[in-house]
C-alpha cells in the first residue's frame, strides 16, 4: 500500500485540491453574503471544504492546512469586523477553539474512513489470492502424490519388477513432472503480469510466435499431427511475447490432452476488419465435445475454483492453464471463447487487436 | 578424441547436479561440479574444463559477473542454464559472453546437442564451414565465394543485407544470435533496439528459404532473445 505510514508528501495535485476549495468556500460566502447579513452559514461552508479537502488528498496534511486557512478566512473577511483579523471579540477564542476542533477531526476521521477502504481491498485480493492458493495446492498434491507413490514403488520392489512395469512407472514419473512444470510455468506468468510493472510489450512478428509455438509443441507431442496455417503478408502484433506463447502452448496441449480420439490439432490466424483490426487466433482439434455445462464456465476461475465436487482428474490443469490464458488475453485487451463444432471437435479462440499504425511502420 | 572432455557443471541444486553429470559420464564426458560461484571460479582456474555449464541464480556470486570474469582471460565456452521465463536475463548472459543458453526443463539429447555445438564452435572446427567455402543444411546452401544463398541449387535472390544476416547466423549455426548483435553487426550500433527492422528482413529471408514462413525448417525464433540457425549437415558435406 502507498504512503500509509506517511501522512505528509508534498504533491502539486493535493496542494491545488486544497487551494481551489478554499478559493471557492470563499466564493460561495461571497455570493451568500449579498442575501444576508447573517454569518453564520461561513463557518459550515468551510467545514464542507475541509471534508472535501481531506477526502480527496492524500494523509491529514492537507485537511489540517485547509483548517487553518479556513479559520483564517473566516476570521479575516466573513465575520465582523469584515476584511480585518480580530480575535478580540467576545466568544471569539471559543468559537476559534470549535471550529479547529471540528475541522481537525473531520479531516481525521475521513482519513481514517479512506485507510479502512484500502484496507478492505486488500483484503478483498488477499481472499482472491488465498483461494488461488488453495486451488492450486490442491491440484499440484494429486501429481506429487503419485510421483512420491511410483519412485517409492520403484525403489522398495527394485528386484520383482519387470522392465515393463518399471518403464511405465518411470513414465509416469515424467509425465506428472512435466505437467507441474507446466503448472508452475503458468503461475509464472500470473506473476508476471501481476505486481506493479507493466508488461513488456512488444512489436512481434506473427511468423515468429506462431512458428516457435508449433516447433515447441512438436517438440512435446510428437505423435500429433499439427497443422499450421497464417496470412501469407507480414504482420506485426503489439503484445508479450512469452505470455502469448503460454496461451498458444496452453490451448495446444489442452486440444491435445482433452481431446480424446483427435486426429488433428489446427493452428490457425486470421485477419478481421469488423470493429477494429484484430487477429483472430483459433486452435481446433477434432475430438470430442466439451460438456455443453462447462462451456461457459471454461475461463471463469471463480465459478470453477468454487466447485470442488465437479472437477474429475481430467479437468485438473485445465482450469488454471485456460484462466491463466483468459487472464492474459484481457491484458492485451482481446477476447477468448470456446465452442463445439458441429463437425465435431472443439474451437478455441482469441481475438488481439492490431495497431494500424504499426502495420504501416516499417 | 585423444582425451575425454572435461566439462563444469556449476549449480547449487544437487538434484540438477547429479542429473547432468549422468548424461555427461554416459556421453563419455568427464564431469566436474561446482555448487557455489567462487568454487566455478576456482574449478575452471584448476581443472581446466574444456566447457562450463553455468546455472545463473548461483548463492553467492551473479551469474553474470562470473560471465564476464571468466571472459577477461579465457575463451572457454560457457552455456548458461536457465529458466524459461526469463529471456532478459538470456540475452545478459549472451552479452556478456555466454555461447549459448539452454532452457530448463531439457532433456539429456538436447544437452548433448547444445554441448556438441559449442565445443564444435570452441574447437574451431565449426570454421570448417568457411574453409569449406559453404555451409550447408537440408535443402539450403550458403557460398561464401559466391556471396550467394540457395534453395536446392537454386539461386534465393537474397538482398546484400539479407545475405549478410544468413552469413552471421551460419558462421554461428546452432546458437543463437541476440536481436541486439545482429543489428549491431549489419547496420551499426545506432539500429540496436530497431526490431522491427530486423522482423521485416527476417520475415522476407524466410518467404524466400522457407518453404512455410510459419512452420520453419532452418531458421528458428527464440521468443525474445533472437534466431538460430539449424546446425549443419556434415554428412552431407563431406559425402
Not at chain 1, 512481434?204 to 517438440?219: C, H, S
Request: charged share 25%; aromatic share 8%; net charge neutral.
Amino acid at each position: 500500500m502507498r504512503n500509509k505510514k506517511r501522512p505528509f508528501r508534498l504533491s502539486a495535485k493535493d496542494l491545488l485540491i486544497a487551494a481551489l476549495a478554499i478559493v471557492v468556500a470563499c466564493l460561495l460566502c461571497g455570493v451568500l453574503s449579498f442575501f444576508g447579513k447573517s454569518d453564520t452559514h461561513a463557518p459550515l461552508i468551510f467545514i464542507l471544504a475541509v471534508l472535501v479537502v481531506s477526502r480527496l488528498t492524500e494523509g491529514y496534511f492537507y485537511g489540517v492546512l485547509t483548517s487553518f486557512a479556513a479559520l483564517f478566512s473566516v476570521n479575516f473577511v466573513f465575520t465582523y469586523p469584515y476584511f480585518a483579523f480580530d480575535f478580540t471579540l467576545s466568544g471569539y477564542p471559543l468559537t476559534f477553539c470549535t471550529m479547529l476542533a471540528v475541522s481537525l477531526i473531520t479531516s481525521a476521521l475521513t482519513t481514517q474512513i479512506k485507510q479502512q477502504e484500502e484496507l478492505q481491498i486488500e483484503a478483498e485480493k488477499e481472499k482472491l489470492r488465498s483461494n488461488l492458493l488453495r486451488a492450486i495446492s490442491h491440484d499440484l498434491r494429486t501429481p506429487l502424490a503419485s510421483i512420491v507413490g511410483a519412485s517409492a514403488v520403484l525403489l522398495e520392489n527394485e528386484k520383482e519388477m519387470t522392465n515393463e512395469q518399471e518403464h511405465a512407472l518411470l513414465e509416469e514419473i515424467r509425465d506428472d513432472a512435466s505437467w507441474l512444470i507446466r503448472m508452475v510455468e503458468n503461475l509464472l506468468s500470473v506473476t508476471r503480469m501481476a505486481g506493479e510493472t507493466v508488461i513488456s510489450k512488444q512489436q512481434e512478428a506473427l511468423e515468429e510466435l506462431i512458428g516457435f509455438t508449433a516447433q515447441k509443441f512438436r517438440k512435446n507431442y510428437p505423435a500429433i499431427p499439427l497443422r499450421v496455417s497464417i496470412p501469407n503478408e507480414l504482420i506485426f502484433i503489439h503484445v508479450d511475447v512469452i505470455l502469448i506463447g503460454q496461451v498458444l502452448v496452453n490451448l495446444l496441449e489442452n486440444a491435445a490432452i482433452h481431446g480424446k480420439s483427435l486426429t488433428e490439432i489446427t493452428l490457425s490466424v486470421t485477419l478481421e476488419k469488423t470493429g477494429g483490426k484484430k487477429a483472430v487466433f483459433s486452435i481446433e482439434n477434432d475430438g470430442v465435445w466439451i460438456d455443453e455445462e462447462f462451456l461457459p464456465h471454461l475461463f471463469d476461475r471463480y465459478g470453477m475454483w468454487g466447485k470442488e465436487g465437479r472437477k474429475s482428474d481430467g479437468g485438473r490443469g485445465m482450469r488454471i492453464g485456460l484462466s491463466v490464458c483468459a487472464a492474459i488475453i484481457k491484458v492485451h485487451g482481446g477476447e477468448i471463447s470456446a465452442e463445439n463444432l458441429s463437425t465435431g471437435g472443439v474451437r478455441f479462440r482469441f481475438s488481439l487487436p492490431l495497431d494500424e499504425e504499426a502495420q504501416n511502420a516499417p | 578424441m585423444p582425451h575425454k572432455c572435461r566439462i563444469l557443471v556449476v549449480d547449487d541444486e544437487n538434484g540438477i547436479c547429479r542429473f547432468m553429470t549422468t548424461i555427461l559420464e554416459s556421453q563419455g564426458y568427464e564431469a566436474v561440479v561446482a555448487h557455489t560461484g567462487a568454487e566455478a571460479y576456482a574449478a575452471v582456474v584448476s581443472r581446466c574444463p574444456d566447457l562450463v555449464l553455468l546455472d545463473l541464480g548461483l548463492p553467492d556470486i551473479d551469474g553474470i559477473s562470473i560471465i564476464k570474469s571468466i571472459r577477461e582471460w579465457s575463451r572457454i565456452p560457457i552455456v548458461v542454464v536457465s529458466a524459461r521465463m526469463h529471456e532478459k536475463d538470456k540475452v545478459t548472459a549472451l552479452d556478456a559472453g555466454a555461447d549459448d543458453y539452454i532452457t530448463k526443463p531439457f532433456g539429456p539429447s538436447e544437452l548433448s546437442a547444445r554441448i556438441r555445438t559449442a565445443l564444435r564452435h570452441a574447437q574451431g572446427n565449426a570454421g570448417d564451414a568457411a574453409r569449406a567455402g559453404k555451409y550447408q543444411t537440408g535443402d539450403l546452401t550458403i557460398d561464401y565465394d559466391k556471396h550467394q544463398a540457395s534453395i536446392s541449387g537454386v539461386n534465393a535472390g537474397l538482398t546484400r543485407n539479407e545475405y549478410r544476416i544468413m552469413v552471421l547466423l551460419s558462421r554461428h549455426a546452432g546458437k543463437v544470435i541476440t536481436h541486439d548483435y545482429l543489428l549491431r553487426e549489419i547496420w551499426g550500433p545506432h539500429a540496436v533496439g530497431n526490431n522491427q527492422l530486423l522482423r521485416v528482413n527476417m520475415a522476407n529471408i524466410r518467404r524466400k528459404i522457407e518453404k512455410k514462413p510459419a512452420d520453419p525448417e532452418y531458421i528458428f525464433t527464440e521468443p525474445g532473445v533472437g534466431y538460430r540457425l539449424l546446425e549443419e549437415d556434415l554428412f552431407k558435406r563431406f559425402a
